[in-house]
């Protein structure tokens, strides 16, 4: 029976699940002993299925959409991985903790030059939570993999050997600490 993958987006750019397009013939050899069964970028998937064996969560969680949807893929997996520098981190979605949603939102629909022309700040999206949030802050996280995005190499070692069921490959820290 294939490995049942699901990779999550919460917020962040979408470069982390594309380093894992990245791998190119090396992601043929991952799709033949598993299945992607849940991937917003990838497929039209609303939420993710039951019985998932490998949850990556990419990006921080910033906002209340962010949370509902992590609590329930660790609801639904049995392995969680923190995918990625604002997973493991905060990282880049960390940085807007530098200012207000509605100052945040001003500049990203009317103060920068690709912004729409008619200059309409949305009002129907989550709210942003008091702070960003690193995955591991929110849920239990079975391991960590770094990186912005994780770079090309190091998954073509550490994925196969994960579906293949190694663990021994994967950290179970954000950080070293000894
Ligand atoms: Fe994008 Fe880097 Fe965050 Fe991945 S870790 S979602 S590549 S900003």
Not at 25 to 48: T, W
Not at 73 to 91: D, E, H, P, V
């Amino acid at each position: 029976m294939s490995v049942k993958i699901a990779i999550e987006e919460l917020a962040g750019c979408s470069g982390c699940t594309i380093s894992v397009l990245d791998l190119h013939e090396a992601l043929l050899d991952l799709v033949s002993e598993a299945e992607i069964v849940y991937s917003p970028v990838i497929m039209d998937a609303k939420e993710p299925p039951e019985g998932i064996d490998i949850a990556f969560v990419t990006g921080a969680v910033r906002n209340e959409e962010n949370q509902e949807r992590l609590n329930l893929l660790r609801k639904r997996s049995k392995i969680l991985i923190a995918f990625g520098t604002c997973a493991c981190y905060g990282g880049v979605s960390g940085l807007s903790m530098i200012g207000k949603q509605e100052d945040l939102f001003n500049y990203v629909y009317q103060g920068v030059e690709s912004a729409a022309k008619d200059n309409i700040v949305p009002t129907d999206v989550p709210s942003f939570l008091y702070r960003a949030f690193a995955v591991g802050d929110l849920v239990k996280v079975d391991y960590y993999i770094t990186g912005c995005p994780p770079k090309e190499q190091f998954l073509k070692t550490i994925l196969p050997a994960l579906v293949a069921g190694d663990k021994t490959v994967l950290s179970k820290k954000s950080v070293c600490s000894e």
